[in-house]
């Protein structure tokens, strides 16, 4: 029988939790000692909110550390809907905006 945790409304296994536990110390002894950033853009719902304070979590066992000016960033995270159509175009919109700080 296989073991489930419940995440976000989603099902998990626990080997899927543990492998993605591994990556992210992994990742985070390779980033140790490095000034690392990372920026998230949120658009949608409240659960949209909820997934990206998750990702803060992860990048922060990653050793990244949060930034609010995209300039900064190591690591640019869009998380929106993707459900909606109208949500799909403004991140467009904002990818073509962004693209030029990089």
Do not use: P, W
Not at 52 to 62: F, N, T, V, Y
Not at 71 to 80: E, G, H, K, R, V
Not at 89 to 94: H, I, Q, R, T, Y
């Amino acid at each position: 029988m296989k073991e489930y945790n419940i995440i976000g409304g989603n099902e998990l296994e626990f080997e899927t939790m543990d492998r993605q536990q591994q990556i992210m110390e992994k990742i985070g002894s390779v980033n140790k000692n490095k000034s690392l950033n990372y920026y998230i853009f949120t658009m949608g719902c409240q659960l949209n909110e909820n997934d990206s304070e998750k990702l803060c979590g992860m990048c922060e066992a990653m050793g990244y550390s949060k930034t609010d000016d995209i300039s900064n960033a190591s690591l640019y995270i869009i998380n929106t809907c993707c459900v909606r159509e109208n949500a799909e175009e403004k991140v467009f919109g904002k990818i073509r905006r962004n693209k030029a700080v990089y």
